[in-house]
């Protein structure tokens, strides 16, 4: 599972580990386990035995599994991309070891003309992890965190511990309200409402809240979707517009 990428913020995937654990409400429709069911279903080694059947729906087991062969495949790709590092797991959950991730951040440096995004909703190990073995940020790696509503906003916090030259909050699936946010070290907020099977919609004052978060703080907004059981039909558009903003011209002092 690495290649182009559909998802509105990056151009490509990439999945040196697979495999992840329900650590929120915001997992209970995750798109990468029900993928990852699929692939098992299929026989591919990289999946099997990563998620079982709970009811009537797949869920992950809680194994992960790391994948050696895996690790060079942005060194491959020449033109420049913005990679979404492992959309099938959660590169600091508890059982990838330090020395895997540390493996990881060299290939980034290595790749240096790509752009890497690596997103967690363990951001306590990832500032931990990070502190350790990659003390000084690297320009072309973003790190961010998952915020689904107000209980989780404590995550943002541990985000802003992780050495990065780019921090990001991934608001989706966005819902519930998240209230005042604080976003110092805060570079690019992005949010989406919930979609596939059994999708819990999103309000738009939740969005508008973010949104005017970003204005008043100096983040870059990025919308990615409604949302919805068919998401292509609620669309991208928020008051009127598309919201495509990336960090750059939004950038503010830490």
Not at 13 to 25: D, E, F
Not at 106 to 111: E, I, S, Y
Not at 171 to 197: C, D, M, R, T, Y
Request: proline residues 6%; glycine residues 8%.
């Amino acid at each position: 599972m690495a290649g182009l990428s559909d998802i509105e913020w990056t151009d490509a995937t990439w999945n040196p580990v697979s495999g992840c654990a329900i650590v929120s409400p915001g997992c209970t429709h995750c798109y990468a386990m029900r993928m990852a069911a699929r692939l098992q279903a299929m026989g591919h080694p990289k999946y099997v035995g990563l998620t079982r059947k709970s009811g009537r729906r797949w869920v992950w087991t809680g194994r992960v599994r790391i994948d050696r062969g895996a690790l060079d495949v942005p060194v491959h790709w020449r033109k420049p991309r913005r990679i979404f590092v492992n959309s099938m797991s959660d590169l600091f959950h508890e059982d990838v070891p330090e020395a895997f991730i540390h493996d990881v951040w060299n290939v980034m440096r290595t790749a240096r003309w790509h752009t890497y995004q690596v997103l967690t909703k363990r951001p306590d190990r990832m500032a931990k992890v990070l502190a350790e073995t990659a003390p000084e940020a690297l320009p072309n790696v973003w790190v961010g965190t998952s915020v689904e509503n107000s209980e989780y906003v404590y995550r943002i916090a541990e985000l802003r511990r992780a050495p990065s030259a780019v921090r990001f909050v991934s608001f989706e699936p966005l819902i519930g309200p998240v209230g005042k946010l604080n976003l110092q070290g805060v570079h690019w907020a992005i949010v989406g409402g919930e979609s596939g099977p059994g999708a819990r919609p999103m309000d738009w004052a939740w969005v508008d809240e973010i949104r005017a978060a970003c204005r008043r703080q100096g983040a870059a907004f990025f919308f990615k979707q409604w949302g919805g059981v068919r998401k292509k039909q609620t669309g991208r558009e928020l008051d009127g517009r598309i919201w495509d903003e990336y960090p750059g011209a939004h950038r503010h002092a830490d």
